[in-house]
């Protein structure tokens, strides 16, 4: 996979997992914290975008979700520390780690076939 193809890819990943963190929190903020309904049917919304990006990636189903759910790792830690303000211990940051290091693998080790 080219070096710009990998990038493209990595960003998709973001842009889903942002969608599916976000949608999801809007939902969470409508349901647990007494929103209006607009943060619900705004959920919705973003977590029907969060459907459509993964299918923009280059692989196939199966290997894009796996290595999603590296990127959604990260991403709910990330978020756990800027809009829950909990902040990673080293253990969290060792696993995000570990979870990347799984993704690169899943979604960028060059294959011979």
Same mark, same amino acid.
């Not at 409508?30 to 919705?44: D, S, T």
């Given at each position: 996979?080219?070096? /710009?193809?990998?990038? @493209?890819?990595? %960003?998709?990943?973001i842009?889903?997992?942002? %969608?599916?963190?976000?949608?999801?929190?809007?939902?969470?903020?409508?349901?647990?914290?007494? @929103? $209006?309904?607009?943060?619900?049917?705004?959920?919705?919304?973003?977590? /029907?975008?969060?459907? /459509?990006? $993964?299918?923009?990636? $280059?692989?196939?189903?199966?290997?894009?979700?796996?290595?999603?759910?590296?990127?959604?790792?990260?991403?709910?830690?990330?978020?756990?520390?800027k809009?829950?303000?909990?902040? $990673?211990?080293?253990?969290?940051?060792?696993?995000?780690? /570990?979870?990347?290091?799984?993704?690169?693998?899943i979604?960028?080790?060059?294959?011979? %076939?």
């Amino acid at each position: 996979m080219a070096i /710009v193809e990998a990038a @493209k890819s990595f %960003c998709y990943f973001i842009l889903a997992g942002l %969608c599916e963190i976000g949608g999801g929190y809007l939902v969470w903020l409508w349901l647990r914290e007494a @929103k $209006p309904i607009g943060y619900g049917l705004a959920g919705a919304m973003v977590l /029907v975008l969060y459907g /459509v990006i $993964p299918t923009l990636q $280059p692989a196939h189903f199966g290997r894009v979700y796996a290595a999603y759910g590296g990127i959604f790792i990260v991403l709910s830690i990330l978020w756990g520390w800027k809009v829950d303000r909990i902040a $990673p211990d080293r253990f969290d940051i060792i696993g995000g780690l /570990v979870a990347l290091a799984g993704v690169a693998i899943i979604m960028y080790w060059p294959r011979s %076939c």
